[in-house]
């Protein structure tokens, strides 16, 4: 069976990639925690416009949260230790372990993290790519 998708066009050339990101993206959208933000911050004074992931991790502390980036995936993982010492009449609030991927394109760099009354963010840049128009010499064959 020939499976055919929207990137097997003849006119989209070398695009393998993106369809593999795109299987892998679909994959990995499961659970919804925890919720996160994704805003865009204006280029400003010279600096590429940027973005800015944001999520809500309360209860985590930072030595509980690891963030990592392989093959232009990045991935946040957090782990809490459950705590056996108290004695809940009523427990909402479970220790839960979370992970969440964020695929970036190439050239994205992670220009750091920050962890603040328990939000989690963390700052990309995009760099704007050098427009560049080579000329193709055509050679003749006899």
């Known amino acids: 069976m020939v499976r055919v998708t ?15 990101a795109l299987d892998k993206v679909s994959k990995s959208a499961g659970d919804g925690y925890p919720p996160y933000n994704i805003e865009r911050i204006a280029a400003a004074g010279g600096e590429p416009e940027k973005l800015r992931i944001t999520l809500a991790v309360a209860g985590f502390a930072r030595d509980q949260i690891e963030v990592t980036i ?4 990045l991935t946040i993982r957090g782990r809490q230790q459950e705590d056996k010492t108290p004695e809940f009449l009523h427990r909402g609030i479970a220790a839960r372990q979370f992970q969440r991927s964020f695929l970036l394109a190439e050239g994205m760099q992670v220009l750091g993290a920050d962890l603040a009354q328990g939000m989690l963010s963390i700052d990309l840049a995009r760099p704007q790519p050098e427009r560049t128009v080579r000329k193709i010499q055509i050679s003749t064959r006899d």
Do not use: V
């Open 70 to 73: 392989e093959e232009n995936q």
């Open 6 to 20: 929207a990137l097997s066009s003849p006119f989209l050339l070398g695009f393998d990639d993106i369809e593999r």
